[in-house]
T-cell receptor, first 116, second 118 residues
Framework: AQKVTQAQTEISVVEKEDVTLDCVYETRDTTYYLFWYKQPPSGELVFLIRRNSFDEQNEISGRYSWNFQKSTSSFNFTITASQVVDSAVYFCALSEAQVNAGKSTFGDGTTLTVKP | DTAVSQTPKYLVTQMGNDKSIKCEQNLGHDTMYWYKQDSKKFLKIMFSYNNKELIINETVPNRFSPKSPDKAHLNLHINSLELGDSAVYFC?????????????????FGEGSRLTVL
């Protein structure tokens, strides 16, 4: 069975600080996908990034970066120079390797508050 | 044009009533889902349909019945509502890509339907 753990329930930082959101996953599959989603206070869920298990290259998109380490089963998300607009709940998710399933198991989310 | 739209956005109803939530996507995706988000923000998959066929049915009471008239629509009907059904219900869609035998696609979510059962 798959499992996603986001150990940090809540994080509070001051604007311009860097912050890392942790995600640890468990799966028996050798092939799988990992995702991050953002849920701002307005409530919608927005896709941020997808990474497959074959690709351990880190990715950077503006102030966002993701560090995927298969050896530690982690897929951490770093926000550099955080801004108030980054305040949201962030979810890490893992997708099963089943044809035509696409089922994603979500972590419990990390609530990030960025204070001015 | 909203990619995934669900109606209504808010539902307030009494215990024991029946209610429906509708969802439509205009992304041309082949797979649609219902997720439930409880008061602690935990997200759990309920159902998934691929080209109108039910492919995922998690442990959900049979008071919940999804219906997919075509691959662009996935509705959720709930009978005999209970207090514990109060939550935000998210519809989502994805295009399932098959790479190296693995099927996956990122989810595109609707805005959510907040159901309050009194």
């Amino acid at each position: 069975a798959q499992k996603v753990t986001q150990a940090q329930t809540e994080i509070s930082v001051v604007e311009k600080e860097d912050v890392t959101l942790d995600c640890v996953y468990e799966t028996r599959d050798t092939t799988y996908y990992l995702f991050w989603y953002k849920q701002p206070p307005s409530g919608e869920l927005v896709f941020l990034i997808r990474r497959n298990s074959f690709d351990e290259q880190n990715e950077i998109s503006g102030r966002y970066s993701w560090n995927f380490q298969k050896s530690t089963s982690s897929f951490n998300f770093t926000i550099t120079a955080s801004q108030v607009v980054d305040s949201a709940v962030y979810f890490c998710a893992l997708s099963e390797a089943q044809v035509n399933a696409g089922k994603s198991t979500f972590g419990d989310g990390t609530t990030l508050t960025v204070k001015p | 044009d909203t990619a995934v739209s669900q109606t209504p956005k808010y539902l307030v109803t009494q215990m024991g009533n029946d209610k429906s939530i509708k969802c439509e996507q205009n992304l041309g995706h082949d797979t649609m889902y219902w997720y439930k988000q409880d008061s602690k923000k935990f997200l759990k998959i309920m159902f998934s349909y691929n080209n109108k066929e039910l492919i995922i049915n998690e442990t959900v009471p049979n008071r919940f019945s999804p219906k997919s008239p075509d691959k662009a629509h996935l509705n959720l009907h709930i009978n005999s509502l209970e207090l514990g059904d109060s939550a935000v219900y998210f519809c989502a869609s994805s295009h399932i890509r098959i790479v190296a035998g693995v099927s996956s696609g990122e989810l595109f979510f609707g805005e959510g339907s907040r159901l309050t059962v009194l």
